[in-house]
């Protein structure tokens, strides 16, 4: 016998992967320019040249430096370094030992849940959610409570949050800029959140973590800046990654900090190398570790990404489609045409249109559109879109 919740994940594969296999073959039949792919979170921007010039540098250097194992947390190096940039960003006083090398956001967010749960344990997460957390939480041997999206403005339905909260509430898991929704939690609705939690973990005398999933923390547009989450509350993990930010999600490459102010601080970080150990994520890849060092304080141009942002979501609007105003990420979250999203997904489809129906984020009756691709895709996407919105309106739909 094997394993049937994991031959359930593994057989299964997401809406995202299978639109996106659905979009190669499309394209091989229709051609490359006449499929509008909207399905996958691919940066489009080339990682910075820095990257480039860090990994050139570094395969001169002594091979069995570079090729062999690190610490399992990661290279002390490595992580001093990159605490120094978080402190000089944000003023912190992080050392090298608040920091826990992994292969990205995934293996940041799946260690820190598994390093804190126990039995009967809860996570609390808000829709429109990345479907992952599901997975992460359930695997964990804990229970992901999901807090209804607020689709006005996609921050947080406080009121419904806090009838969520129990005494078996072992973490909240928030990520802004948020994918799909695109929006960033303002700094009041961190402050409300900080406060709630506190007050509930007090009420109820236990910890209640905040994990702050933040591959996207770079990616802001508006001259906006993203709240730094443990300014505002203590008990907070932050599970960061460079495959947005640099535009290097292949080679997996993140970390997660443990800052001294959360609760059992130094048993927590045993206890996230302890799930790393677990898990088999110890030693992220070394090269890697390396190239971000000294890339620590480089960001990407994402002008490119506004301007997508900016000719989509003027484009949508000005046809009619509703959507909120993304701030961040690449990510526009549209209300579709008709209350199934599936069925929407499915019909655009007919236009060689690929967008997610938001049920994969636990919020039906939307799809997220990927804009990291070409400003070309979204220009000539743009008049199918209208074609849609004209199919619907008129009642054409059925007959397309
Ligand atoms: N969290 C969110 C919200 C994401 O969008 C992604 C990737 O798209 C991840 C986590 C996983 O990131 P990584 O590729 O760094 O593992």
Redesign the pocket.
């Known amino acids: 016998m094997i394993n049937e919740q994991m031959y359930e994940y593994g057989s299964k594969s997401s809406v995202i992967r299978e639109l996106f296999a659905y979009g190669l073959e499309r394209k091989k039949i229709v051609g490359e320019d006449k499929v509008y792919d909207f399905s996958i979170?691919n940066p489009s921007i080339p990682a910075p040249g820095e990257v480039k010039q860090a990994i050139l540098e570094l395969l001169e250097e002594p091979a069995e430096a570079l090729h062999g194992y690190s610490p399992a947390a990661g290279d002390p190096n490595v992580r001093e370094t990159l605490a120094d940039s978080v402190n000089r960003r944000f003023g912190t006083h992080y050392r090298a030992d608040n920091f826990y090398m992994?292969?990205?956001?995934?293996?940041?967010?799946s260690i820190s849940i598994k390093a804190l749960t126990n039995p009967g344990d809860e996570f609390i997460t808000f829709a429109p959610?990345?479907p992952?957390?599901e997975v992460w939480v359930t695997t964990a041997g804990a229970r992901l409570l999901v807090t209804p999206a607020d689709t006005k403005e996609f921050q947080i339905d406080f009121p419904v949050l806090e009838q969520l909260i129990s005494p078996r509430t072992k973490g909240v898991i928030i990520?802004s800029p948020?994918?799909?929704s695109g929006v960033v939690y303002s700094e009041k609705t961190i402050r409300r959140l900080a406060q709630l939690l506190e007050r509930k973990a007090k009420e109820y005398g236990t910890s209640i973590y905040l994990l702050s999933?933040e591959?996207?923390r770079e990616i802001v547009y508006d001259g906006l800046t993203v709240p730094f989450v443990p300014d505002y509350y203590q008990n907070t993990l932050v599970?960061y990654?460079?495959?947005?930010s640099l535009s290097m999600?292949g080679e997996?490459?993140?970390y997660v900090i443990v800052p001294d102010e959360a609760d059992d601080s130094r048993r927590v970080m045993a206890a996230v190398a302890g799930a790393g150990r677990a898990l088999g994520y110890v030693c992220a890849p070394v090269l890697f570790q390396k190239v971000i060092a000294r890339c620590a304080d480089v960001s990407g141009d994402i002008s490119a990404y506004r301007r997508n942002r900016d000719l989509l979501y003027n484009g949508l609007t000005g046809l009619g489609y509703e959507c909120v105003r993304p701030q961040g990420?690449f990510y526009l979250f549209v209300k579709a045409l008709e209350p199934d999203a599936k069925a929407f997904s499915e019909h655009a489809k007919k236009h060689d249109v690929l967008v997610v129906p938001g049920d994969s984020f636990g919020c039906e009756g939307y799809v997220r559109i990927s804009y990291c691709v070409s400003e070309r895709t979204i220009r000539d996407a743009l008049p199918a879109f209208a074609e849609i919105m004209e199919e619907y309106r008129s009642g054409r739909k059925e007959n397309v």
Not at 102 to 108: D, I, K, M, Y
Not at 241 to 244: D, L, M
Request: proline share 10%.
């Open positions: 979170g992994t292969v990205g956001a995934a293996a940041s967010l959610f990345f992952e957390y990520n948020n994918n799909p999933d591959p996207y599970c990654s460079y495959s947005k999600p997996r490459i993140g990420a």
